[in-house]
């Protein structure tokens, strides 16, 4: 069964802490792996990813992808008590029509 | 506001009821999803559309629910005779697929809270 899996699960750190938060996943005909911040509400879009060792960059963050090892990593740096979130990675497969697989999270508290 | 918008925000309800809620897509967005979500879990599919064909269910998806999108554009989401179980948060998405081969971008709404009491 497709499947995606998130670590830590938790993590506290403090401000301009480096985090690194993994995905690692299995999923029928992989089209996507996309990474998302949540914090008290919906889900706000960060990266997608679709080749492996193209790194995808913005501000603070970074992602990257490795389809022959199935994981996605999602780097910050500097943290900011402003990043503190539930941060979630979701894989589109394909299995006769199209869905996306989301992890659990990894909750992030970075503390002043 | 040119997002995913969805209505009620909130609902209460006490259990047997019937409820209905409403998500209106990024404009010309082809694609619309359901999620559910619960505390700590990250958002579990429900179904979803292509323009106003229903393409997948999910097997969470019991015969109480059913989801339109009658004319492409805005979807409903009906549960019928509410239990307990149902309280989550129930998120809507959209994205605009534009061809079977491109991986597309996917947004999301701000989300309807279930409370079934």
């Known amino acids: 069964e497709d499947k995606v899996v998130q670590s830590p699960l938790s993590l506290v750190v403090h401000e301009g802490d480096t985090v690194t938060l993994n995905c690692s996943y299995e999923v029928t005909n992989f089209r996507s792996l996309l990474w998302y911040k949540q914090e008290k509400k919906a889900p706000t879009f960060l990266f997608m990813l679709?080749?492996?060792?193209i790194e995808k960059k913005s501000g603070r963050l970074s992602s990257i992808l490795d389809k022959k090892e199935l994981f996605s990593i999602l780097n910050i740096t500097a943290t900011q008590t402003g990043d503190s979130a539930v941060y979630l990675c979701a894989v589109e497969g394909v299995s006769g029509t199209y869905k996306y697989i989301f992890g659990t999270g990894t909750r992030l508290k970075v503390l002043a | 506001d040119t997002g995913v918008s969805q209505n009620p925000r909130h609902k209460i309800t006490k259990r047997g009821q019937n409820v209905t809620f409403r998500c209106d897509p990024i404009?010309?967005?082809?694609?619309l999803y359901w999620y559910r979500q619960t505390l700590g879990q990250g958002p579990e599919f429900l179904t979803y559309?292509?323009?106003?064909?229903?393409?997948?269910k999910s097997r969470l998806l019991s015969d109480r629910f059913s989801a339109e999108r009658p004319k492409g554009s805005f979807s409903t989401l009906e549960i019928q005779r509410t239990e307990q179980g149902d309280s989550a948060m129930y998120l809507c998405?959209?994205?605009?697929?534009?061809?079977?081969?491109?991986?597309?971008?996917?947004?999301f709404g701000p989300g309807t809270r279930l409370t079934v009491t």
């Open positions: 679709t080749s492996s060792g």
């Open positions: 998405a959209s994205s605009l697929a534009t061809g079977w081969q491109a991986p597309y971008e996917q947004y």
């Open positions: 404009s010309e967005h082809n694609r």
């Open positions: 559309f292509q323009n106003e064909a229903q393409l997948e």
